[in-house]
Structure formats: structure tokens, C-alpha cells
């Protein structure tokens, strides 16, 4: 069965206090791996599709990259905005029950001014 | 533009009762999917509809069941409630070709008392 884990669970920074949040997984045939951000009371906004290993993605702060194996969203100089949940998701296919989004539980990055 | 809309934001149910949440998909987008999340973990795959047609589904009990309508619109249906159906439902669409990204709703909060 398809599984994703995040780690760390909570991570808490100083605002420009750069880090990586961890993606691990395992999928059986990955078509494309899934970053969105999520704020308290709202649905999962897009940041990043990733779809074969050695790819990189960027927006501002943000830079996400895989492996064949994991996945990491790497935080330049957060700001105090930054501050929110962030979830993986794997697809193993673009069709019927195989294009479904399988969550990691996310990771909840505070950022202190 | 618009994008996925969800109603109602907020449900306050008891056992045994039955609702209905709903979505409207971005314009053009021909997929729906239903997610469910609970407090601190990461959504879990309920429904995908295509053309109007269930594509994908779940593991979830049969007292669950959605549609989708000529507009591409769509609904969820959820029978015989019980206090573990408490969760934020997510309804997310894309074009439905392809690996794009899924973008989601803000959702329907639903307390079951």
C-alpha cells in the first residue's frame, strides 16, 4: 500500500532561520509528488508538482526536490507568513482511482518574528 | 476566476441524520474529487467523479455516495451519521487529463453531536 511520511511533525524557526521539511515515500510507480500549503480553516493550496527524480521547483522562499525516495521543501528566510501546514501527496496514475492524492499527515512549520 | 466553491461552510449534525455537502468545481475542470480530514492528519480519498461517472473510490463505508451533475458540479451524501464522521470535507477538481494539480475548496466543517 502506498504510504507518505513527513517529518518532522511541528517545527518551530526564527524568522531567516532556513530549514527542510522531509517527504518519504512509498508508492508503487510514482506519477507525481504534490506540495500544498494549508492554513488554519482553509483547503490545501498548490505550491509544487514534482514528477521524476532530480527535479527542482522554486517560488520565492520556496524550493522543493525529489529523489527516488523522498522529497524535501527547503525554506529560505522564512517570514512570520510562512507560518502553516505543509503536506505531501503522491499519484500513481492520471486516471480513475489511481489519479487519487495519498497525504502525508503534514507538518506544521511556526516561524517567530 | 472562481475557484472550487463548497457549501455549506459549516454543519452541525446528531447520530443517525443525513447531509448533504456540495461542490462547484473551477470552470472547465470536468474532475471532482471528495477528500476527508480529520483534526491532525492529512486528507484521505473518498470519491473521484469524471464525466459524470464514478471513477475511483475509497475506503469508505457504503454509507457514503456522491454524483456528479451535467454542470460538473457535485454532491456528497452522507447516510446514518455517527460521531467519527466529524471532519472538514474537502472537494477538489482539475481538468481531469493528465497528471494536473488538484485544487481544492475551502471546504465543509462537519460536527456530528
Known amino acids: 500500500e502506498d504510504q507518505v511520511t513527513q517529518s518532522p511533525e511541528a517545527l518551530r524557526l526564527q524568522e531567516g532561520e532556513s530549514s527542510s521539511l522531509n517527504c518519504s515515500y512509498t508508492?508503487?510507480?510514482?506519477?507525481?509528488l504534490f506540495w500544498y500549503r494549508q492554513d488554519p480553516g482553509k483547503g490545501p493550496e498548490f505550491l509544487f508538482t514534482?514528477?521524476?527524480a532530480g527535479e527542482e521547483k522554486e517560488k520565492e522562499r520556496l524550493k522543493a526536490t525529489l529523489t527516488k525516495k523522498e522529497s524535501f521543501l527547503h525554506i529560505t528566510a522564512p517570514k512570520p507568513e510562512d507560518s502553516a501546514t505543509y503536506l505531501c501527496?503522491?499519484?500513481?496514475?492520471?486516471?480513475?482511482?489511481?489519479?487519487?492524492?495519498?497525504f502525508g499527515k503534514g507538518i506544521t512549520l511556526s516561524v517567530r518574528p | 476566476d472562481a475557484g472550487v466553491t463548497q457549501s455549506p461552510t459549516h454543519l452541525i449534525k446528531t447520530r443517525g441524520q443525513h447531509v448533504t455537502l456540495r461542490c462547484s468545481p473551477i470552470?472547465?475542470?470536468?474532475?471532482v474529487s471528495w477528500y476527508q480530514q480529520v483534526l491532525g492528519q492529512g486528507p484521505q480519498f473518498i470519491f473521484q467523479?469524471?464525466?459524470?461517472?464514478?471513477?475511483g473510490r475509497g475506503n469508505f463505508p457504503d454509507r457514503f455516495s456522491a454524483r456528479q451533475f451535467p454542470n460538473y458540479s457535485s454532491e456528497l451524501n452522507v447516510n446514518a451519521l455517527l460521531l467519527g464522521d466529524s471532519a472538514l470535507y474537502l472537494c477538489a477538481s482539475n481538468p481531469g487529463v493528465s497528471n494536473q494539480p488538484q485544487h481544492f475548496g475551502d471546504g465543509t466543517r462537519l460536527s456530528i453531536l
Open positions: 467523479y469524471y464525466e459524470k461517472e464514478e471513477r
Open positions: 501527496a503522491v499519484q500513481i496514475g492520471f486516471t480513475g482511482a489511481n489519479s487519487k492524492l495519498t
Open positions: 514534482l514528477y521524476s
Open positions: 470552470s472547465g475542470h470536468k474532475s
Open positions: 508508492v508503487s510507480g510514482l506519477r507525481g
